[in-house]
């Protein structure tokens, strides 16, 4: 030790965040010593937040099929997770199923680390819940939760995040509707490809002039890729939720789901792969006058 030196403790007790920094670092410490490396980092990365251990080829596959969005918390994944969560409150009276269900997300959020992209997906999710059912209430919310978040910090409006957060959230709110009974001609054999295809088109179609004015591309595959490697991935999220909470309880059946989740990552990753190759799968157009947004 050097001579003179000391210590000083300043504060040996947590704050109530760090208490939930310290649950994420566990939990993903327990995918990776129980998941090969890779579908590992992609679970805690979709799950727990935090990209930064995936590896620059699956990033550079998900970009290539608009999916990039999918390898970290997402408003997707809370809206899955919400979805999932209410089949265990249904008991409960809509007003207090609705403010138990905000808090479970907000502490999902916490454990997640409250970054910028959880917060605001938090928020989303809180949109969504929250209105009235009308697409005029849901409009307001999401343009004042839009005002919030710049206000606290105004630069925030020039990250390409904050933009495509709020325009997938804006598209699905004014153009999922009107898809739906436009694809209701062309895909009456099934509702549920019609909605997937729906909520797919409303998202791209609102924030493609984002993603044409930033990258000069149009991401035609990406259509395709969500409709095929969305509800893998959300199901392996949900199986990864599960394995967690029933590794505490009863670890084999913990094991069991998260090597299921492990597979349907591995599938994704290949035909994330796959897709990346298809021909014309994403169109550059160059840089175009701000008159065709």
Known sequence: MVKGSEFIVLNTKPRWLDNFAILNVR?????????????????????????????????????????????????????????????????????????????????????????????????????????????ASKGNILCLLCIVFVICNPVCILDLGFQLSFGAAAGLLWLLEPLKNKLERILEFSSTIRESVSVTLAAQLATLPILVGNFYVIPVISVFSNLLLVPILEIATILTILGMLMSFLFFPLGQLSLNWANWLVEQALALASLLKEVPLGNLVVGELPLFCA
């Open 27 to 135: 939990l993903k410490a327990q995918i990776k010593n129980l998941l090969p490396t890779e579908t590992a980092n992609v679970l805690t990365g979709m799950v727990l937040g935090g990209s930064s251990d995936i590896s620059i080829e699956t990033k550079e596959n998900f970009a290539a099929n608009g999916l990039s969005h999918l390898l970290s918390v997402s408003g997707t994944h809370l809206l899955l997770l919400a979805s999932f969560l209410k089949l265990f409150l249904k008991g409960l009276k809509k007003r207090w199923h609705n403010i138990v269900l905000l808090i479970l997300l907000a502490v999902y959020a916490c454990i997640c680390g409250l970054r910028p992209p959880v917060v605001r997906a938090w928020a989303m999710t809180v949109m969504l819940l929250w209105g009235d059912g009308e697409r």
